[in-house]
């Protein structure tokens, strides 16, 4: 099932390993950041139907 890569097959999966797990982090920083704002934006929506 894997292409054979001859010589060039560690570069090549050591590309999609590197790459797989970058993309795995922004993704984790973008959840982090989104509950973040999101947990925000309730603070400030509760402030102002507190303050009117």
Avoid: C
Avoid at 12 to 28: F, H
Avoid at 46 to 51: G, S, Y
């Amino acid at each position: 099932m894997i292409p054979d890569l001859g010589k060039y097959a560690d570069t090549v999966l050591w590309s999609y390993v590197v790459s797989i797990g970058l993309l795995i982090v922004l993704v984790g920083f973008s959840v982090i950041r989104g509950r973040k704002v999101r947990a925000e934006m309730e603070k400030v929506e509760q402030r102002m139907t507190r303050n009117g």
